[in-house]
C-alpha cells in the first residue's frame, strides 16, 4: 500500500495569513497513463469531505483561487495563500494512482 | 449534478453485518464510472473499504476484505455494503463517493453526507 503521510497536523493560522501543508507519498504517484493521482480533499467540521485540488493543482468546481496545489513524484503541497475563517478544518492528501486508495493523516487548520 | 445519500441502520450489535445502501441520483451508474465506500471512526481520518464498478468487477481494501461485500442494483440506482462480524473498531461514518477511476479529475468528486453507524450491544 502506498503510506501517505503529512505535515504538518496541525496548523494554527492568522486571518489572512498564509498556510501550507506537505504531504508525501511512499512511491511515487505517477500512472503508467502519464497522470499524477494525488488530490487534496478539504473536510469542514460536521461536513463529509469535498474536492479541492485534483491531480497535484487543479482546483475542482467552485474552488476559490486562493487555494493552489504544486509538487510532483512524491512531495507536493497545498497552499492556502490568505486564510479565512470559512478554512478551518481538516484538509487531507489522498492517492487514487493505486488500489489500495490512500489518504494522509489529515492536518487541522485553525485561527489563532 | 450527481447526488448521493447513505441509508441503513445506525446500531449494529457486535458481531452481526452492517448493511448499507447508497441512492445514486443525477446519474445512471449502468452507464458507467466506480463507485465506493469510505469510512471515517469519530475523531479520526479516513480509511477507504471498496469500489465496485457498473459491470460489477470490485476491489477490497486488504485489511478489510474478508468481511466486506460491495454490490450494485442496477434497477434501483443504487449500490450497497456488508460489513459482516462487526466490532466497536468498525463504529464510524460511513460515506459512499463517485470513485475516482475513470472521472475526469482522477479523484472523489462527489460524495453523500454520511451515516454514522455505531456499534454497541
Known amino acids: 500500500d502506498i503510506v501517505m503521510t503529512q505535515t504538518p497536523l496541525s496548523s494554527p493560522v492568522t486571518l489572512g495569513q498564509p498556510a501550507s501543508i506537505s504531504c508525501r507519498s511512499s512511491?511515487?504517484?505517477?500512472?503508467?497513463?502519464?497522470?499524477?493521482?494525488l488530490s487534496w480533499l478539504q473536510q469542514r467540521p460536521g461536513q463529509p469531505p469535498r474536492l479541492l485540488i485534483y491531480?497535484?493543482?487543479n482546483r475542482f468546481s467552485g474552488v476559490p483561487d486562493r487555494f493552489s496545489g504544486s509538487g510532483a513524484g512524491t512531495d507536493f503541497t497545498l497552499k492556502i495563500s490568505r486564510v479565512e475563517a470559512e478554512d478551518v478544518g481538516v484538509y487531507y492528501c489522498?492517492?487514487?494512482?493505486?488500489?489500495?486508495?490512500?489518504f494522509g493523516q489529515g492536518t487541522k487548520v485553525e485561527i489563532k | 449534478q450527481v447526488q448521493l445519500q447513505e441509508s441503513g441502520p445506525g446500531l449494529v450489535r457486535p458481531l452481526e453485518t452492517l448493511s448499507l445502501t447508497c441512492g445514486v441520483s443525477?446519474?445512471?451508474?449502468?452507464?458507467?464510472?466506480?463507485w465506493a465506500w469510505i469510512r471515517q471512526p469519530p475523531g479520526k481520518g479516513l480509511e477507504w473499504i471498496a469500489t465496485?464498478?457498473?459491470?460489477?468487477?470490485?476491489y477490497y481494501n486488504p485489511s478489510l476484505k474478508s468481511r466486506v461485500t460491495i454490490s450494485l442494483d442496477t434497477s434501483k440506482n443504487q449500490f450497497s455494503l456488508k460489513l459482516t462480524s462487526v466490532t466497536a473498531a468498525d463504529t464510524a461514518v460511513y460515506y459512499c463517493?463517485?470513485?475516482?477511476?475513470?472521472?475526469?479529475?482522477?479523484?472523489?468528486?462527489?460524495w453523500g453526507q454520511g451515516t454514522l453507524v455505531t456499534v454497541s450491544s
Open positions: 489522498m492517492q487514487a494512482t493505486q488500489f489500495p486508495r490512500t
Open positions: 491531480r497535484i493543482s
Open positions: 465496485i464498478y457498473h459491470s460489477g468487477s470490485s
Open positions: 443525477g446519474y445512471s451508474i449502468s452507464s458507467g464510472y466506480h
Open positions: 512511491q511515487s504517484l505517477v500512472h503508467s497513463d502519464g497522470n499524477t493521482y
Open positions: 463517493a463517485r470513485d475516482p477511476y475513470s472521472t475526469s479529475s482522477g479523484s472523489f468528486d462527489y
